[in-house]
């Protein structure tokens, strides 16, 4: 697995995360703030990728798109992801087809697109993963959603997964919720990364940048994100 022990504290090291946040204590919560235009999900997914290549567990909500095209975007990285949901090392927990009045064909699915329904899959299945999964919710914000009820609602899956010693990511749209709910998400999580497209020289790029770690420092430049042609990212500090 990508970790490493230091004082007793078990680190996970998530590739590109690395460059931003150092290594990631066991145990915590990552708010992801993203545009919707930008290229999150295929961040998601290297990061993800880059984990199982390291022998990590993964549980990954998909939101976003079809789960198809995530693991096609796998196997484009050179993962078989399928190897991985075999062994139950990694599962793809869809939830778009649910948002999307679709019929689901996979293993692992929401049967309706109701937050309550996922709360309650997402809190019973924590105690069958280990210390050290990644734990990767794409988007709540794909979800009909009342701010009050979720805030309660995040508190009580993060403090789930926190005494599992898993590291959670948490993807919220940007300017999507009110702002007094982004505030109670920031209290809650214990390290925040945006990403987003601006114009640079001329053209539109995706950009990230992290913007707190509690309790360690964090490199929070702007970084631009580079995709080559099979959509394996790297990043560049924008000078």
Request: no cysteine; hydrophobic share 40%.
């Amino acid at each position: 697995m990508n970790t490493t022990k230091s004082a007793g504290v078990r680190e996970l090291n998530l590739s590109i995360f690395s460059e931003m946040f150092g290594r990631i204590p066991y145990g915590r919560v990552v708010l992801a703030l993203y545009d919707p235009d930008s290229q999150y999900s295929s961040i998601m997914v290297n990061v993800a990728a880059d984990h199982l290549k390291a022998n990590g567990d993964l549980l990954y909500l998909v939101s976003s798109r079809p789960v198809n095209e995530i693991r096609k975007q796998f196997n484009d990285l050179d993962v078989n992801v399928e190897q991985y949901e075999a062994r139950d090392n990694a599962v793809l927990f869809d939830t778009y087809s649910a948002l999307m009045s679709l019929k689901s064909t996979e293993r692992y699915q929401a049967k309706a697109s109701n937050l309550n329904e996922v709360s309650i899959v997402i809190s019973e299945s924590a105690p069958q993963w280990p210390a050290g999964t990644l734990v990767i919710i794409e988007s709540f914000s794909n979800f009909p959603l009342n701010e009050n009820t979720f805030s309660k609602f995040s508190r009580k899956v993060a403090g789930t997964w926190r005494a599992q010693g898993t590291v959670m990511i948490i993807g919220m749209l940007m300017d999507f919720h009110p702002p007094q709910f982004y505030q109670e998400m920031k209290q809650l999580a214990d390290g925040v990364f945006e990403v987003k497209v601006r114009e640079h020289h001329g053209e539109i790029i995706n950009v990230i940048r992290a913007r707190s770690m509690k309790g360690q420092n964090s490199d929070t430049r702007w970084r631009q994100i580079l995709f080559d042609s099979r959509m394996r990212a790297s990043l560049r500090l924008i000078e």
